[in-house]
């Protein structure tokens, strides 16, 4: 059974808030989802302009029938900032502005990046969570992470399949990017499907995102194809809200490219 599946502007990167959720309203669809929802949107750090107060009244208004939610570090103050999780009290105001944004917006859920190892340990990154929490007046939802290329493959939190599972038993709420473990599984050559059924069917989890790559690198393809994960859709908890991730602007240049050939 195919889940419902909300829409992200991560699939219009590098455009304005306002014009990616038009295109988004306008309706889409990829070919292993259908059409993809609107009721709930995800705002996300690749559109292009700021996200500040005046600007989520204006989407929260021109479309009352969405529930608009903030991911990770959205561009909320005039200077882009990598904010996350481990990072949360050195990038306090930023946070300050992103939890005046998601009043503005009204949204009832948050979720952000775990952050890198050499802020903050794994215990530390919890609590920032919950103080985050307190700060937005929601859940904050953790999105764990993945090896990383080059030297430093362990630098990210939540990167391996141990931390995955102590993100589960922690009972923090987290979202759950699909495509960031099929890097973790590419990069390790081990798959725990039984941990992913575990933390899809938890009541923590509050998001699921759900992309393509080749296991090489996170980058947002449309799904064409059945992924190892797609079976264990099915253990998706009821309340979790998923989205899909895949970037519609370089799916629409390689159709037609290919089209042209």
């Known amino acids: 059974m195919k889940p419902q599946v909300r829409t992200s502007l991560a699939c219009w990167p590098g455009m304005t808030h306002l014009a990616a959720t038009q295109a988004a309203m306008r309706g889409v669809t990829e070919p292993l989802l ?3 929802l609107t009721d709930h949107v995800q705002l996300v750090p690749q559109s ?3 996200l500040d107060e005046g600007l989520a009244e204006v989407l929260a208004n021109t479309w009352p029938s969405t529930a608009f939610r903030l991911h990770a570090n959205v561009r909320v103050l005039p200077r882009r900032r990598l904010a996350d999780l481990c990072t949360f009290e050195r990038d306090r105001d930023w946070f300050e502005a992103a939890a005046r944004v998601h009043r503005a917006l009204g949204a009832t859920v948050y979720s952000a990046h775990a952050g890198q190892r050499r802020d903050a340990t794994l215990s530390e990154m919890l609590d920032n969570a919950c ?7 929601c859940p904050v939802a953790i999105e764990g992470q993945y090896p990383a290329a080059g030297q430093e ?3 990210l939190l939540v990167s391996t399949w141990a931390e995955y599972r102590a993100l589960l ?3 923090v709420p987290y979202a759950l990017d699909l495509s960031h473990l099929n890097i973790l599984a590419h990069r390790t050559g081990q798959r725990d499907e039984t941990l992913v059924a575990e933390m899809l069917a938890s009541p923590s989890c509050l998001e699921v995102h759900i992309s393509d790559n080749d296991g090489r690198a996170d980058t947002h393809q449309v799904l064409l194809r059945d992924p190892w994960w797609w079976p264990l859709l099915r253990h998706i908890q009821p309340g979790a809200v998923v989205f899909s991730e895949g970037n519609h602007c370089r799916h629409i ?3 037609i490219h290919h089209e042209s050939h």
Do not use: I, M, N, Q
């Not at 103080?131 to 007046?137: D, Q, S, V, Y």
């Open 34 to 36: 259908g059409s993809l």
């Open 48 to 50: 292009c302009d700021v």
């Open 131 to 137: 103080r985050c929490a307190e700060l937005f007046g």
């Open 153 to 155: 493959p362990h630098k």
């Open 169 to 171: 038993d922690s009972g």
């Open 253 to 255: 240049t390689e159709r």
